[in-house]
């Protein structure tokens, strides 16, 4: 491991991100105090004793003891006083209404803002914990509060989440999926990216909300991927086919299955395949009478994205001239079947609002005898709604409805500085006013 520059860093919680914590940065040259109420955890830890059971952590921390480079204590004033960083790894367990509580987490901050009324240097507070949305801020609010000090000019709040799995958590900590730092101000982050010398893994600098709701995407993301395979193996079971087989396949495709295809924030899915295929899934199940409630709800889960962007729309009044930047169901087919976007048109048009629509793939088809008897059928009465020209359309739409990503579209796109947009896909590769802008997701 190289050497880097020493920091005196305070943890506060000795509990299993804080031992953890605790060992590792001693591990990687730091001088490290623990903090805890729990003076049980206090005296564990200053005999070299972690509080948790972890694979390799009794050695790490020993070594860390022994050296002088890690101790423990209860003495708050006595662990920040000669501190530049400070942890926060204190547990926020559930309410019974599923919410965290983050009472320790505040707790933390006020005595840390009573302590630095004391101290002139400049002290970094990352928290480690898993957090909801705001809690730095809220952090940054407690300590100036309570020592009449400025966040970003006297000290630093700064998120940085951990990733450490509970049998492997030292190898996680020195070889995370990235090292990710939410921070307002460079000063700040630049100080906990310094601790991360030798981690093995990409530094990325984010909004502090990010950083924040990033382990709440992360671990229910983790718990949809076993309950999805569980559904699934219980699925095949019933039907007497080898589930570990299906899914060793299903996984061998890395260009759909296991990749970020599909999971970028954007519009509802459509078409012929999605949709079938899940019904059918969805019947299967029900036929082999297994409860599969994830996948009965995929479907349910997209009609109320459709009904999301509907709303949105309908924000605006029912004279309003909306026109729709393509109707089939992605970009790059005529395909309207089970398209989002036709859904939203028939309820808007029923409403009583004025609607074009430009989609040059769909009009291309229609024009050449493509999948005409096809299309007709799927566009019904809207078919007269749909405008030839870019130019049509920019003279009929006050506001425009970006359904697709179609290259085609840039000629209209380029032309909408002015018209108020609401973006379906996440495009946002033009230039708008902001005030005139919206997103879906």
């Not at 480690?128 to 940054?140: D, E």
């Not at 709701?213 to 229910?220: A, C, D, F, R, T």
């Not at 061998?252 to 999971?263: E, G, P």
């Not at 509802?268 to 395949?273: D, I, L």
Request: charged share 25%; net charge negative; hydrophobic share 40%.
């Amino acid at each position: 491991m190289n050497k880097i520059k020493s920091k005196n860093i305070c943890v506060f919680g000795l509990g299993y991100v804080g031992c953890v914590g605790i060992a590792c940065l001693a591990e990687a040259g730091h001088k490290v105090i623990g903090v805890d109420i729990n003076t049980a955890k206090v005296e564990l830890v200053n005999n070299g004793i972690p509080t948790i059971v972890e694979p390799g952590l009794d050695d790490l921390l020993k070594k860390g003891v022994e050296c002088g480079r890690v101790t423990a204590t209860s003495n708050v004033d006595l662990a920040v006083i000669d501190s530049e960083i400070l942890f926060i790894t204190v547990g926020t367990p559930c309410k019974l209404n599923g919410e965290l509580d983050l009472s320790h987490i505040y707790s933390v901050a006020e005595s840390i803002g009573k302590i630095i009324s004391q101290i002139d240097e400049h002290l970094v507070i990352a928290i480690r914990s898993t957090v909801k949305p705001n809690t730095c801020k809220k952090v940054a609010e407690i300590i100036e509060i309570h020592s009449g000090k400025k966040c970003n000019k006297d000290f630093s709040v700064v998120a940085n989440p951990e990733f450490l799995r509970e049998g492997t958590a030292i190898q996680d900590y020195f070889n995370p999926p990235y090292v990710l730092i939410g921070a307002s101000d460079k000063a700040g982050a630049d100080e906990v990216a310094s601790i991360y010398e030798n981690v093995n893994a990409e530094i990325i600098n984010v909004d502090i909300k990010t950083a924040e709701i990033i382990k709440y995407v992360n671990n229910s993301w983790h718990a949809l991927k076993v309950t999805f395979g569980n559904e699934v193996g219980s699925i095949c079971k019933a039907l007497n086919i080898d589930s570990n087989e299906v899914m060793d396949i299903f996984c061998k495709d890395i260009i759909l299955n296991i990749s970020a295809s599909y999971l970028r924030p954007g519009f509802a899915y459509g078409g012929a395949c999605l949709p079938k295929d899940l019904s059918a899934l969805v019947a299967l199940s029900s036929e082999a009478n297994v409860s599969t409630p994830l996948i009965d709800n995929i479907c349910k889960s997209n009609e109320a994205h459709i009904e999301r962007a509907l709303k949105l729309i309908e924000r605006y009044k029912v004279e309003t001239n909306i026109g729709f930047l393509g109707v089939s169901f992605k970009a790059g087919t005529d395909d309207l079947r089970n398209s989002p976007t036709l859904k939203i048109i028939h309820a808007l048009i029923e409403a009583g609002y004025n609607v074009r629509i430009y989609d040059d793939t769909v009009s291309f088809a229609l024009s050449t005898g493509r999948n005409v008897g096809l299309l007709r059928d799927q566009l019904g009465d809207i078919s007269k709604f749909l405008v030839e020209s870019p130019k049509d359309f920019l003279d009929f739409a006050e506001v425009v409805i970006v359904a697709k990503n179609e290259p085609s579209f840039s000629v209209i796109l380029n032309e909408l500085i002015d018209r108020h947009v609401i973006d379906l896909v996440g495009l946002k590769e033009f230039k708008v006013k902001e005030n005139t802008y919206t997103v879906l997701v």
